[in-house]
């Protein structure tokens, strides 16, 4: 049996990650709690906030607001989004755990 080895296609993935930042529902309510945009009407900290919800539900999130919760600049954020520079696991992860996504859903892969 042979098996390819398959490559991640940074510029395809990044794709993805900017459309997550503009159109998903629980990465906006995430990131309004983790900012609290809505300190005096937030009900939690898990991120399910009915305020954040009501707030951001047709507003995608900055590249500043998005870097601000992972811990990096802006520009990180850009070259991520961009393919230009690779995304770590650990910050993958936390993508997709604040996404309510996959990884699958995420990486695209090339062979």
Not at 27 to 46: E, G, M, P
Not at 79 to 101: D, K, S
Request: one cysteine or more.
């Amino acid at each position: 049996m042979k098996i390819q080895r398959k490559f991640i296609d940074w510029e395809a993935t990044g794709n993805k990650l900017f459309r997550l930042r503009s159109d998903n529902a629980h990465l906006r309510k995430f990131v309004c709690s983790a900012l609290k945009r809505n300190t005096d009407k937030c009900n939690n900290q898990s991120g399910n906030c009915d305020a954040c919800e009501d707030r951001y539900v047709d507003k995608s999130i900055s590249r500043p607001e998005l870097a601000e919760v992972f811990g990096v600049s802006e520009s990180v954020i850009n070259n991520w989004e961009t393919g230009r520079t690779e995304v770590g696991i650990e910050n993958l992860l936390f993508y997709c755990q604040i996404a309510q996504v996959t990884l699958d859903d995420i990486l695209v892969f090339y062979q």
